[in-house]
């Protein structure tokens, strides 16, 4: 079993930055991929971000690319989400997952392939 634990949502106006963290403990895997998707209020769970656990390879949806960063740390088995010049439209919760099988050729993008989720963490964007 792994346990995911979100922290870092809050309230933030426009044009501002806030970083999210996602702590894993539990069983980890080597070959394995973290994610962070989010859904806002009556609206299908959206791909964010993702690493691959041995490479540090990133991934990023096209709506977030050259705002946010993805990073790992091995050492405290987090994954953190810098997240700059935020929009309203990033408004949502925003939950970090773990894909246990994810091979070198897996785009990491699809929320069905993760197979444990935290509970998720309030990000809102005010304009």
């Known amino acids: 079993q792994v346990q995911l634990v979100e922290s870092g949502g809050g309230l933030v106006q426009a044009g501002g930055s806030l970083r999210l963290s996602c702590a894993a403990s539990g069983r980890t895997f080597i070959n394995s991929a973290m994610g962070w998707f989010r859904q806002a209020p009556g609206k299908e769970r959206e791909f964010v971000a993702a690493?691959?656990?041995?490479?540090?390879?990133?991934v990023y949806a096209d709506s977030v690319k050259g705002r946010f960063a993805i990073a790992r740390d091995m050492a405290k088995n987090t994954v953190d989400l810098q997240m700059n010049s935020l929009k309203p439209e990033d408004t949502a919760v925003y939950s970090c997952?773990?894909?246990?099988?994810?091979?070198?050729?897996?785009?990491?993008?699809?929320?069905?392939?993760?197979?444990?989720w935290g509970q998720g963490t309030q990000v809102t964007v005010s304009s």
């Open positions: 997952a773990v894909d246990r099988f994810a091979s070198t050729s897996s785009r990491l993008d699809n929320k069905y392939d993760y197979n444990y």
């Open positions: 690493i691959r656990w041995s490479s540090g390879e990133p």
